[in-house]
């Protein structure tokens, strides 16, 4: 059975984690994102439930730090695009957490699974700038009208001054 995924948490999550990211990429203080991110992640480690009161940190922690594979991102947009929170063994499949980062993982999974899980869908957004990437026919037809548009454009560009002497006649 499909659990719905809640895309208004999810995009308030999203919002809630990139002002803060945003909040500490100073060029003042270069370093301030990634000590504030290993700070939280000690934090975070060490009591989860922290999270019931700031969730969005979970997402900061781990900006930056998890991959998703090319062949992956096909299934998250979809997920996305139907609103569907994936199972477990659906979903440890198309992340790859960083080495360090998985005692905070684990953690985090112990205490609440949907909520990392949650966590992934706004690094994903973020990842991807703020966009589900399409599936293969939306990229297929995104292809064909870019090249309608090519096609009009040079249309549209073309200038004949023979054409203009038929007119005249």
């Not at 948490?9 to 002002?19: F, V």
């Not at 090319?70 to 979903?91: M, R, S, T, V, Y």
Request: glycine share 2%; aromatic share 10%.
């Amino acid at each position: 059975m499909t659990k719905a995924l809640d895309l208004s948490r999810i995009d308030e999550l999203k919002e809630n984690a990139y002002n803060n990211i945003e909040s500490y990429n100073d060029p003042d203080t270069p370093n301030a994102l990634e000590e504030f991110t290993s700070q939280i992640k000690t934090i975070l480690q060490a009591d989860p439930k922290l999270l019931d009161s700031v969730p969005e940190y979970l997402p900061i922690a781990l900006y930056g730090k998890v991959k998703f594979p090319p062949e992956a991102k096909l299934k998250w947009a979809h997920w996305i695009k139907e609103g569907i929170q994936p199972e477990w063994n659906d979903f440890k499949t198309t992340v790859a957490f960083n080495k360090d980062d998985l005692p905070l993982v684990l953690a985090v999974r112990d205490y609440s699974e949907a909520l990392l899980i949650e966590s992934c869908f706004v690094l994903f957004l973020l990842a991807n700038d703020n966009k589900s990437t399409a599936t293969n026919k939306e990229q297929e037809h995104d292809r064909d009208n870019d090249n309608d548009d090519y096609i009009e454009e040079q249309e549209e560009a073309y200038y004949d001054p023979f054409d203009e002497e038929e007119e005249e006649r």
